[in-house]
C-alpha cells in the first residue's frame, strides 16, 4: 500500500493532469530512484524539481511552477537533518536549495546552501563546498550583486584548484564569464569563456564546441551568446 506521502503527490498530480500524472509521476520516480508507493521526506526537493521540469510542456510553465511548489510544501525541514553524517545532510539541503532555485525562490535557495555550506565544511568535502559556492554566486548574478558573485566564486575557484576538481573549475570559469557578461564586460567575458573551454577541451569535461567558437570568432557577442547557452 502506498505511503500517506505517495498518495498526497499522486492526487496533486492527478488532480493537475488526470491519469497523465499517475503515469509521470512514476516515470520521474524511477529515474530518481525512488519507490513511487514510498516516497519519503528527504525526495521530495529532487522530486519537486523533476516534476516541474517534467510537466512544463503539458501543463504551462505557471501551472508546473505551482504544482511543484505544492509537492515541497509537503517538506518537514526536520527531515533534512536526519542523516548523523554531516556529508549526507549537506547534500540534502542542496537538494532543497536546487529545488527552490528552479521555482524561482532565491532567498530560499540561499537559506539552504548556507546551510549545507556549513555542514559540507564539518565533513571537510571540499568538493561540496565549490560547488554551493558556485550555486550561491549564481543566485548573487541573478539578483545583481556582481561583487559578491566574484567573490564566492574565486572562493570555489582556489578550492577547484588546490583539490584538482575539473568540474568545478569549469563550471566557476562559466560563472565567471556570465557575471563579466551580465555587466557588459565582453572581452572578460571572453577570457573567461575561454578558460572554462580550455579546461572542459584538456580534461574532457563537458564545454563548447570549437566549431562554434570558430565559426563566429568575429563577433564578441555573439560567441558569448553562444557560451551562455
Known amino acids: 500500500m502506498a505511503s500517506e506521502l505517495s498518495q498526497r503527490i499522486n492526487e496533486m498530480m492527478v488532480r493537475e493532469m488526470d491519469r497523465l500524472g499517475e503515469h509521470v509521476l512514476k516515470k520521474q520516480c524511477y529515474e530518481l530512484a525512488i519507490m513511487p508507493d514510498d516516497i519519503g521526506q528527504t525526495d521530495l526537493p529532487k522530486l519537486s524539481k523533476a516534476i ?3 510537466t512544463s510542456l503539458f501543463i504551462g ?3 508546473a511552477t ?8 509537503l517538506l518537514d525541514e526536520k ?3 536526519d542523516h548523523e553524517d554531516p556529508a549526507s545532510k549537506a547534500k540534502r539541503l542542496r537538494e532543497a536549495g536546487d529545488a527552490y532555485k528552479t521555482l524561482g525562490a532565491l532567498d530560499g535557495a540561499l537559506a539552504y546552501y548556507n546551510q549545507a555550506l556549513e555542514k559540507a565544511k564539518d565533513a571537510r568535502d571540499s568538493s561540496e563546498e565549490a560547488r554551493l559556492l558556485t550555486r550561491m554566486a549564481g543566485i548573487y548574478r541573478r539578483q545583481g550583486k556582481w561583487g559578491l558573485a566574484t567573490q ?3 572562493e570555489a575557484l582556489e578550492i577547484a584548484k588546490k583539490i584538482n576538481y575539473t568540474e568545478g573549475e569549469v563550471e566557476v570559469y562559466r560563472g565567471l564569464g556570465r557575471v563579466h ?6 572581452e572578460k567575458a571572453i577570457d573567461y569563456f575561454l578558460r572554462q573551454l580550455n ?3 584538456i580534461e574532457g569535461a563537458e564545454a563548447v564546441s570549437y566549431t562554434h567558437l570558430r565559426a563566429h570568432e ?3 557577442h555573439l560567441v558569448c551568446r553562444l557560451l551562455l547557452e
Not at 505551482?66 to 510544501?73: R, V, Y
Request: hydrophobic share 35%.
Open 152 to 154: 564566492l566564486l574565486q
Open 218 to 220: 568575429t563577433s564578441l
Open 66 to 73: 505551482k504544482l511543484s511548489k505544492g509537492i515541497l510544501k
Open 199 to 201: 579546461v572542459g577541451v
Open 181 to 186: 557578461w551580465r555587466k557588459s564586460d565582453y
Open 79 to 81: 527531515h533534512l537533518h
Open 61 to 63: 510553465k505557471d501551472k
Open 52 to 54: 516541474k521540469e517534467a
